[in-house]
């Protein structure tokens, strides 16, 4: 049973960091890539960053290039997303999500890429 936990949100001033958690277990890392995606009110969710499991290539948005860095520790089974410059316009609710894929070369058809959702996390960016 493919399960995932998010974990790490909270608020944050303009500027700060925080780094978001996910513990997945239930399947094979290899066979599965790993992606985050928000959704802030009124918006449709969007794909934010994902994290090959067969080689660890990953794709970054163009809104979160150079601020936002996914990873994972192969040990833990967990996946991270470190957010830095965090700005306003990423309030939102963050999800890790995976897909039966070992690449993330479908990642950008959004939310129709993942086959199993965890139950979110919420982070504000507010001074």
């Known amino acids: 049973q493919v399960q995932l936990v998010e974990s790490g949100g909270g608020l944050v001033q303009p500027g700060g960091s925080l780094r978001l958690s996910c513990s997945a277990s239930?399947?094979?890392?290899?066979?599965?890539?790993i992606g985050w995606f928000r959704q802030a009110p009124g918006k449709e969710r969007e794909g934010v960053a994902c994290i090959s499991g067969s080689d660890d290539s990953t794709y970054n948005a163009e809104s979160v290039k150079g601020r936002f860095t996914i990873s994972r520790d192969p040990a833990k089974n967990t996946i991270y997303l470190q957010m830095d410059s965090l700005k306003p316009e990423d309030t939102a609710v963050y999800y890790c999500a995976t897909r039966r894929q070992d690449r993330c070369s479908l990642f950008t058809r959004g939310p129709a890429w993942a086959d199993y959702w965890g139950q979110g996390t919420q982070v504000t960016v507010s001074s």
């Open positions: 239930g399947f094979t890392p290899y066979y599965y890539s």
